[in-house]
């Protein structure tokens, strides 16, 4: 089941650019790319650093803090396999952004 959370007006992350958000106790990266929004999970899984305050590239994202390297639209690291962040769907309106967490967490 879908449900959708504001996250963001259009214009606090122009195109080319990704922002942090925490939304419901999750750190997440918002990406605004040429091809669309992208949500991943913004705490990096090397050791916690803020993707959203990384370099966004296309749909490449770099971690500001060693560097490493995500794909935005599917949250893989560049160079490990076994290294995925979550991500989440995405949707604009005419001024706000929406991420769909899913299914409230049991309990
Ligand atoms: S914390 Fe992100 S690359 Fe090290």
Same mark, same amino acid.
């Given at each position: 089941? &879908?449900?959708? @959370?504001?996250?963001?007006? /259009? &214009?606090?992350?122009?195109?080319?650019?990704? @922002?942090?958000? @925490?939304?419901?106790?999750?750190? @997440?990266?918002?990406?605004?790319?040429?091809?669309? *929004? +992208?949500? /991943?999970?913004?705490?990096?899984?090397? !050791?916690?650093?803020?993707?959203?305050?990384?370099?966004?590239? !296309?749909?490449?994202?770099?971690?500001? *803090?060693?560097? *490493?390297?995500?794909?935005?639209?599917?949250?893989?690291?560049?160079? &490990? &396999?076994?290294?995925?962040? !979550?991500? *989440?769907?995405?949707? !604009?309106?005419?001024?706000?952004? +929406?991420?769909?967490?899913?299914? +409230?967490?049991?309990?």
């Amino acid at each position: 089941m &879908s449900r959708w @959370i504001p996250v963001a007006l /259009i &214009s606090e992350c122009p195109e080319g650019e990704c @922002i942090e958000r @925490i939304v419901e106790g999750r750190v @997440i990266a918002l990406a605004h790319t040429l091809n669309g *929004w +992208y949500a /991943i999970d913004g705490v990096c899984a090397h !050791q916690g650093g803020p993707l959203g305050n990384g370099t966004l590239c !296309q749909t490449l994202l770099t971690c500001p *803090w060693h560097g *490493w390297q995500f794909d935005v639209a599917t949250g893989q690291n560049r160079l &490990s &396999s076994a290294v995925r962040q !979550q991500v *989440w769907e995405v949707r !604009q309106d005419d001024e706000q952004v +929406y991420v769909d967490f899913g299914e +409230y967490p049991e309990g």
